[in-house]
Nanobody
Framework: QVQLVESGGGSVQAGGSLRVSCGAS???????????MGWFRQAPGKEREWVAR????????DYADSVKGRFTISQEKGKSIVYLQMNSLKPEDSAMYYC????????????????WGQGTQVTVSS
């Protein structure tokens, strides 16, 4: 199995920046089977939405329209750690951010990735 642990997050004023990180650990064969890692977020009273994903092989990235041009997802060589750099943050970016890992289609086709972290809170004040 795979465990995902997020770090980072916190509180910032609008226009500021934050970076969240996610480390994957567990059985090597399970980690090697992961096609994509990325992030979802959920604000109180709202549905969960996907934010960004990155392919383990090739590093192809994809972003939700709401964060394009402001957020950047990256991964360390070996693909076990992914980062989400969030710039020009807006109050509407406030949410619990969840790291997830699974098949790349999970993000675009509305499926739930197999592995999830516990979440890290991001709060943007106006």
């Amino acid at each position: 199995q795979v465990q995902l642990v997020e770090s980072g997050g916190g509180s910032v004023q609008a226009g500021g920046s934050l970076r969240v990180s996610c480390g994957a650990s567990g059985w090597t064969y399970a980690i090697d089977a992961i096609d994509c890692m990325g992030w979802f977020r959920q604000a109180p009273g709202k549905e969960r939405e996907w934010v960004a994903r990155i392919a383990s092989i090739g590093g192809l990235t994809d972003y939700a329209d709401s964060v394009k041009g402001r957020f950047t997802i990256s991964q360390e060589k070996g693909k076990s750690i992914v980062y989400l750099q969030m710039n020009s943050l807006k109050p509407e970016d406030s949410a619990m951010y969840y790291c997830a890992a699974g098949q790349c289609g999970d993000w675009s086709e509305g499926r739930s990735p197999r592995y999830w972290g516990q979440g890290t809170q991001v709060t943007v004040s106006s």
